[in-house]
């Protein structure tokens, strides 16, 4: 009988970690891809920021990104952001 209840109660228990888990990666996977859209706006600020700037179109902004971020060696998202905020500055 006691080990009828052992085997309850670790079954419970391992049903209750597997949740626990499942949220804990939907929460990461929901926190992940807030980043990557939060991401994706800034590059398009900053492409829009350099179009406005240059007299460029959209591929040609992206490429200017493209290659200060390789020339610096920081992320695109970092360059964009610095760039945009730059811009914020500037503008007031």
Excluded: C, W, Y
């Excluded at 939907?26 to 829009?48: F, H, P």
């Amino acid at each position: 009988m006691e080990g009828g209840r052992v085997k309850l109660f670790a079954a419970q228990a391992s049903i209750f970690i597997i949740n626990v888990q499942a949220r804990e990666s939907a929460q990461t996977l929901s926190e992940m891809l807030q980043d990557a859209l939060a991401g994706r706006e800034v590059i398009a600020a900053a492409r829009g920021v350099l179009m406005a700037r240059h007299g460029i179109d959209e591929a040609s902004a992206m490429q200017q990104l493209l290659t200060e971020s390789r020339r610096d060696r920081k992320p695109l998202r970092d360059i964009s952001a610095e760039l945009v905020s730059s811009t914020r500055i500037a503008g007031r």
